[in-house]
């Protein structure tokens, strides 16, 4: 998620302003030349305008109004003791960055829906995904996950085919393809188990959103955007030996990462987050290469400031949609219902 600072306000609202005007001036020159365009004809059509320019910007700025809205209100105990209590990386951060980080949870659960399916979940769920999703990013300060709208908690261990119960549920977390394009499957035991060893190198929520980063580009392809291209081939390069190393038992990388590309990102991102130090010691190019992918910001100003104030905040399951486990039923009526 962005920071949400007062220059970074002052920037999009003059950016709104600067389209509005454009509209505006484009509108006086069109009736301007209108032919035999008398005064009073002339002046309803300014009004007009006038209305038209204003509803646009209403329009372009309601996404930054709405988190303003949002950060107005201060950042509740209970949530800072659950950061706290929970998620090292937080602990580990200088007031003022702790100060962003909440402010980014408090954008992230104000924006993305989290739904607990066949279990409840309570405000350390809802945290926890949080954290989870602005880890990999909090070294950017424009970032969006676009290709998000809804998080679903699972209890437990879930099938490819959306099941809880019976045999091969052996998934713990799941991006969506498809259908099921802009939403995340999360266990919540999983998630849970991600915070309580935080130097076991393993956190399935993390992993997840690492997948969303991932295919931001349009493609799951173990290559970020964050990417610098110069860095493409040694990344690539580094990629490929270090999974013949897992392959041959000569790393003690998780096995998981050598399933392909795609996976070995996001496994090589969960032990850089979970165990940065060990990284750093024992595999130092690939923990150089993690800290290029992760700090540095490649996205285009302006089209980050379009895309911003038009306050796309991804796919969510409608309420009365068919459920996407395919009984058939409605969403609301199926797996929604605890």
């Given at each position: 998620m962005p920071q949400i600072a007062p220059q970074k306000a002052r920037n999009n609202t003059l950016f709104a302003l600067s389209i509005v005007f454009l509209i505006f001036m484009l509108f006086i020159a069109i009736i301007w030349d209108v032919k035999a365009v008398n005064l009073q004809r002339f002046f309803i059509l300014l009004?007009?305008?006038?209305?038209?320019?204003?509803?646009?910007?209403?329009?372009?700025?309601?996404?930054?109004?709405?988190?303003?809205?949002?950060?107005?209100k201060p950042f509740p105990k209970t949530w800072r003791k659950l950061l706290q209590e929970?998620?090292?990386f937080y602990n580990a951060l200088q007031k003022p960055e702790k100060e962003r980080f909440e402010r980014n949870v408090q954008i992230f659960l104000a924006e993305k829906?989290?739904?607990?399916?066949?279990?409840?979940?309570?405000?350390?769920?809802?945290?926890?995904?949080?954290?989870?999703?602005?880890?990999?990013?909090?070294?950017?300060?424009?970032?969006?996950?676009?290709?998000?709208?809804?998080?679903?908690?699972?209890?437990?261990?879930?099938?490819?085919?959306?099941?809880?119960?019976?045999h091969d549920r052996n998934v713990l977390g799941m991006v969506g393809t498809g259908v099921m394009s802009g939403i995340m499957i999360l266990s919540r035991k999983a998630l849970l188990e991600g915070f309580s060893n935080a130097k076991d190198g393993k956190n399935t929520a993390i992993h997840e959103f690492v997948h969303l980063i991932d295919a931001q580009d349009g493609a799951f392809d173990g290559i970020t955007s964050l990417l610098d291209k110069p860095y493409i081939v040694p990344w690539l390069n580094l990629m490929y030996q270090e999974i013949d190393k897992i392959k041959t038992n000569k790393s003690k990388i998780n096995p998981y990462g050598a399933t392909n590309e795609?996976?070995?990102?996001?496994?090589?991102?969960?032990?850089?987050?979970?165990?940065?130090?060990?990284?750093?010691?024992?595999?130092?190019?690939?923990?150089?290469?993690l800290t290029k992918i992760f700090h540095q910001d490649l996205t285009n100003k302006f089209a980050y400031q379009l895309r911003d104030l038009m306050g796309f905040t991804g796919k969510k399951i409608k309420r009365n949609a068919p459920c996407p486990c395919g009984s058939g039923e409605k969403y609301k009526h199926c797996c929604l219902r605890p």
């Amino acid at each position: 998620m962005p920071q949400i600072a007062p220059q970074k306000a002052r920037n999009n609202t003059l950016f709104a302003l600067s389209i509005v005007f454009l509209i505006f001036m484009l509108f006086i020159a069109i009736i301007w030349d209108v032919k035999a365009v008398n005064l009073q004809r002339f002046f309803i059509l300014l009004i007009i305008g006038v209305i038209v320019c204003y509803r646009i910007f209403i329009m372009l700025t309601a996404k930054y109004r709405k988190r303003s809205k949002v950060l107005s209100k201060p950042f509740p105990k209970t949530w800072r003791k659950l950061l706290q209590e929970n998620v090292i990386f937080y602990n580990a951060l200088q007031k003022p960055e702790k100060e962003r980080f909440e402010r980014n949870v408090q954008i992230f659960l104000a924006e993305k829906r989290i739904t607990g399916i066949k279990t409840v979940i309570n405000d350390k769920d809802r945290i926890l995904v949080a954290a989870s999703a602005i880890i990999p990013i909090f070294g950017f300060t424009e970032w969006e996950y676009d290709n998000l709208g809804e998080v679903l908690i699972y209890p437990d261990r879930f099938s490819k085919s959306f099941e809880i119960e019976g045999h091969d549920r052996n998934v713990l977390g799941m991006v969506g393809t498809g259908v099921m394009s802009g939403i995340m499957i999360l266990s919540r035991k999983a998630l849970l188990e991600g915070f309580s060893n935080a130097k076991d190198g393993k956190n399935t929520a993390i992993h997840e959103f690492v997948h969303l980063i991932d295919a931001q580009d349009g493609a799951f392809d173990g290559i970020t955007s964050l990417l610098d291209k110069p860095y493409i081939v040694p990344w690539l390069n580094l990629m490929y030996q270090e999974i013949d190393k897992i392959k041959t038992n000569k790393s003690k990388i998780n096995p998981y990462g050598a399933t392909n590309e795609v996976e070995f990102l996001a496994v090589v991102s969960e032990y850089f987050f979970e165990k940065p130090f060990v990284m750093k010691k024992h595999y130092p190019e690939l923990y150089e290469m993690l800290t290029k992918i992760f700090h540095q910001d490649l996205t285009n100003k302006f089209a980050y400031q379009l895309r911003d104030l038009m306050g796309f905040t991804g796919k969510k399951i409608k309420r009365n949609a068919p459920c996407p486990c395919g009984s058939g039923e409605k969403y609301k009526h199926c797996c929604l219902r605890p």
